[in-house]
């Protein structure tokens, strides 16, 4: 049961060959017994999965139950959910309950999903590694030794070690994409504004956005038909109508325009991984589609505008933390300001308080104008960019990431290094586009994602695309080894 | 030498907004501690905030309310500080982009004269809860009720020259919001508060001198109160030599002093910047319009039409407009009574005064409109004197009823009967024999003064009841005979 997709479970369960408890079960079995190795949960909510599975499996049993009623999935750790420890990877968390639901797992819960547990992830969201989280790093499954990617690693790990059909995530700079290039699965990014941030605890508000990773971009297309909505409580939700993103997947591609940028193919990427994204392009090229180069220009400007932006509002969001109402407080404080202090100091780690030092810097009196402003103008010359690349295009292709899979420790103690992995990745957040990763092939037997870049609000279109390929190739069957 | 002084006021408002600015939870005063605090007031992790509508409506009636600018464009922005009162550890505010800009009122002084203050701007933003320091055996205790109350900051230009003038703006304010109903405005609830920046400078100066933030300034008398304590001390401290440090003092009223506060903090740095949970606010003409047409008649407008329509004076239309309860107290009054310049001399001399006595607030007025209304009628129609009209308005404030059966019950009713008064003109007249002689033998300028004495004792004769204009014609005619 584990290797099926979640469009197989679904006609699996309709058909009455398990049933979501037997399903549930299984995928609960599987964490016990094989998770110890991954570290892809924080926890694991048996007893609600099992309550769940057998509430679904009643609805299913009334003939008139939802698509995803009964399929078993798993949430991010950032995600708030009623009742159950949401840590977002911190020491802070570690003791926090929610008191209620993000709108994002609330929509699950009202389509009949199973919760299996919430997974690891790098704290606050902020790593490419996954190796910040404060329950460890979590690790590939296609090599133990190196890292999943982040922050969503947990997930892209618990979905590729088949310990969840599929999961939800959230995207940052990458977060959703880039493990899921390291991973080998499907992995998108909505568009700012598709998805509800409510119960989505924040890391950088004006780039946070939900999105999944699964096994197929059919079933990502399964799952993002729940996830999105609009919801009235994040003010910077679109209300736009919903669209059924499985209706145009197996749409023909023939006059499909495909812009593929130069500045995706220059110095620090890797020889290997931009031979089997070339191959991606010959394959689009054989479905009928036309390719052609274009440019981004303020590309090179991405990755240090990312890096006032998100940790200038970070620091303002992280200030919540402060051990008053919730989340660690210090022993025995001496007065107000050693609370914070050693609250805050004991809670965070060196990532992120790494990060909230960045952002209160540029946001200083003086700073502001040279960092904060600055990196806001830079931001939007990134859209600019794209808005003028999407006149002459359908989407943009290139590399999600510019190396495969790496070894843990392997970037050592410099965070600009690790920063650099998500340089494809982070301009897609800047302008609020939509963007997914798919698997186009391996690199020394680590996967490789191809990242599809669409216009706002083309999610059915990139998941359109991401499927014709999926058809034409095999390479997001392919399991890691030891899984398979 | 002769020095001035220069304020200039930042007044918060709360608005009587249904729910919190940013949440729906209520905004109802004095709930049991933290009963009215949601998730997105207790900024738990992952909430998200939702700008009410109504508190926008609300800012932009006291926009059009001051003749200023109106926004069609606003940000919120993060104002960040760490404090337990203030859950997110930043406050969400407006700073580049406020929602009123800058407009000019006139306001009255006593004596008649008008001064214009400059609005600079008055932005949005939420209101921190309350630490409580009593009670917890040297811990704090915090109310988050109060956590995203929508307040509007009303920011001044340093225009006023005297503490008497920064109390009539703060009154013409309150005066304003509680026209327009956006605030209850009650000082003593903190739905209103103001903190005064205080500086000196040589009269004829141009430059203006380095001011202190006074805080915690809650009542209008405290203000005036705590301008000219501050004012002093900055004089003195100048004459002797000293230099005034730019600080936030907090003003004690018991000690009559103000004293430096949060001098830690002084030096915050706030780090403003556009919050990315709220976009910018953009309103049309339309919707700004659409709220003109909703507001209800000012304090100002109210004054012109009292002064056309009543035949007031400026001062008195200004002072019965004041308050919106009073002027509509005293136009109750004057259409009930048909007699305008009484009930504006009854409602601002003896009301006033029993209510200011009594330390009663007009909403508590135990003598309502109709009451004193029937009072003035039976003064204009002769059934009792003024004087007796002091003492059945007394009874009324007891709560003894209308004017009619306190007059009936204690027989008040004036004698305006020519028999009985005559009776009692010549009963008086007979038992004074030496002081009619002495009239009649006075000279003819002198007579006036000595005829007080006869009416005196008619009127203690007729325990006041007597109508005086009969009683000094009868008593003219009488002694003419003599």
């Known amino acids: 049961m584990h290797t099926k997709t979640i469009a197989e479970l679904i006609s699996g369960l309709r058909n009455k060959d398990f049933s979501s408890s037997e399903l549930t079960q ?56 009623q009742g159950v420890r949401t840590s977002c990877g911190s020491k802070m968390l570690d003791n926090f309950i929610a008191p209620y639901d993000a709108t994002i797992v609330d929509n699950y819960q009202r389509a009949g999903a199973v919760m299996l547990g919430k997974t690891n ?21 296609w090599n133990i030794n190196c890292v999943p990617g982040g922050s969503s690693g947990g997930s892209a790990a618990a979905v590729a070690a088949l310990l969840a059909p599929g999961a939800t995530a959230s995207d940052t700079g990458g977060s959703i994409r880039q493990p899921a290039a390291l991973c080998g699965l499907t992995g998108i990014k909505p568009t700012y504004g598709r998805v509800s941030r409510y119960g989505m605890i924040a890391f950088a508000s004006s780039l946070d956005q939900a999105g999944v990773l699964t ?20 003010s910077t939700c679109v209300d736009q109508p919903l669209e059924d993103y499985t209706a145009g997947l197996t749409d023909d591609l023939t006059g499909l325009t495909v812009g593929v940028p130069d500045e995706y193919f220059g110095e620090g990427l890797n020889p290997k991984t931009a031979e089997v994204v070339q191959a991606a392009i010959k394959t689009y090229e054989s479905l009928g589609a036309t390719i052609k180069p274009i440019s981004l220009p303020h590309t090179h400007l991405a990755v240090p505008a990312y890096y006032v932006i998100a940790p200038a509002e970070c620091s303002a969001n992280l200030s919540r933390f402060d051990g008053v109402r919730y989340g660690h407080r210090c022993e025995d404080p001496k007065d107000l300001a050693d609370m914070y202090k050693r609250s805050r100091g004991e809670g965070f780690g060196d990532e992120v308080k790494r990060r909230i030092l960045v952002g209160t810097y540029a946001l200083s009196a003086g700073y502001y104008d040279a960092y904060y402003n600055k990196a806001q103008q830079v931001r939007r010359l990134i859209k600019q960019d794209f808005v003028d690349a999407f006149a002459d295009v359908d989407v943009i292709l290139g590399p999600t990431s510019p190396n495969p899979t790496f070894e843990f420790g392997s970037k050592g103690d410099d965070p600009v290094a690790m920063y650099l992995e998500d340089i494809y990745t982070i301009a897609t957040n800047l302008a609020g586009l939509p963007g997914l990763s798919i698997p186009c092939g391996l690199v020394d037997g680590k996967p490789v994602g191809l990242q599809l870049i669409g216009n706002y609000f083309a999610e059915g279109k990139l998941l359109n695309v991401a499927h014709q390929f999926q058809q034409a190739t095999d390479f997001h069957q392919q399991l890691p080894p030891e899984t398979a | 030498m002769e020095w001035e002084t220069v304020i200039g006021l930042e007044i918060h408002v709360q608005l009587s907004t249904q729910s919190k600015i940013f949440s729906g939870a209520s905004t109802a005063f004095g709930a049991a501690p933290n009963t009215q605090a949601c998730a997105v007031d207790l900024a738990m992790p992952g909430t998200l905030p939702v700008a009410n509508e109504e508190a926008f409506r609300f800012a932009v009636m006291f926009g059009l309310a001051m003749n200023a600018e109106i926004g069609k464009r606003s940000v919120f922005e993060r104002k960040n500080y760490f404090y337990p009162d203030l859950p997110k550890g930043y406050q969400t505010t407006q700073l580049q982009e406020p929602i009123v800009g800058p407009g000019v009122i006139e306001v009255e002084l006593a004596g008649g004269q008008t001064k214009s203050v400059r609005l600079h701007h008055a932005h949005l933003e939420e209101d921190a809860g309350k630490s409580l320091h009593e009670d917890y055996q040297g811990m704090s205790g915090i109310d988050l009720n109060r956590a995203g109350t929508p307040l509007i900051e009303i920011v001044s230009e340093p225009d006023m020259r005297s503490a008497e003038e920064a109390v009539a703006y703060l009154k013409k304010i309150h005066s304003i919001i509680t026209y327009l109903g956006i605030s209850d ?103 700004i319009e659409a709220i003109r047409g909703t507001l209800p008649e000012l304090p100002d407008a109210k004054r012109d039409r009292f ?69 003035i009628k039976r003064i204009k129609d002769g059934t009792i004197s003024g004087k007796i009209a002091k003492q059945v308005f007394e009874a009324m404030t007891r709560g003894d009823g209308d004017a009619d059966t306190i007059i009936e019950k204690q027989g008040l ?65 009488k002694l003419s005979e003599q």
């Open chain 1, 26 to 81: 299984h995928f609960l079995d599987r964490i016990a017994a094989k998770d110890e190795r991954y570290n892809s949960y924080i926890s694991v909510t048996r007893d609600i999965a099992l309550a769940q599975a057998q509430a679904a499996d009643e609805r299913l049993a009334t003939g008139d139950a939802p698509p995803l009623c009964g399929v078993p999935i798993a949430h991010k750790d950032i995600f708030c959910t």
């Open chain 1, 121 to 141: 992830m790098d704290e606050f969201a902020m790593g490419s590694s996954n190796e910040t989280s404060y329950y460890g790093p979590v690790k590939n499954p």
């Open chain 1, 215 to 234: 096994r197929s971009a059919e079933d990502a297309a399964i799952m993002l038909n729940v996830m999105a909505s609009f919801d009235d409580k994040d």
């Open chain 2, 185 to 287: 405005g009650e000082m003593s609830q903190g739905s209103m508060r103001c903190d005064a920046n205080v500086s000196v400078r040589l009269k004829g100066d141009e430059k203006l001198g380095t001011r202190c933030e006074i805080k915690n300034i809650n009542s209008f008398k405290f203000v005036e109160k705590a301008i000219n304590i501050e004012a002093e001390r900055q004089i003195d401290l100048i004459e002797d030599g000293g230099k005034v440090t730019q600080e936030t003092r907090l003003f004690d009223a018991e000690k009559s002093e103000t004293r430096p506060m949060r001098s830690k903090e002084v030096a915050n740095d706030y780090r403003y910047f556009p919050c990315p949970d709220l976009l910018p606010v953009v309103l049309d003409d339309e919707y």
């Open chain 2, 307 to 375: 002064v056309n329509e009543y035949g007031l004076s400026k001062y008195d239309a200004a002072v019965l407009t004041s308050e919106r309860i009073t002027a509509d107290y005293f136009e109750s009054v004057a259409k009930a009574s048909g007699e305008a310049k009484l009930a504006a001399n009854w409602v601002m001399v003896d009301l006033a005064a029993f209510l200011n006595k009594s330390e009663t607030s007009m909403t508590d007025c135990p003598v309502a409109a109709e009451q004193l209304a029937g009072l």
């Open chain 2, 413 to 477: 009713k004036q004698v305006s009967d020519t028999g009985a008064i005559e009776k009692m003109v010549d009963d008086v007249l007979a038992n004074n024999q030496a002081q009619v002689d002495n009239y009649k033998n006075a000279d003819e300028n002198k007579r006036p003064k000595m005829l007080g004495f006869f009416v005196g004792q008619i009127m203690k004769t007729s325990k006041g009841q007597a109508n005086p204009q009969a009683v000094n014609e009868i008593l003219l005619k």
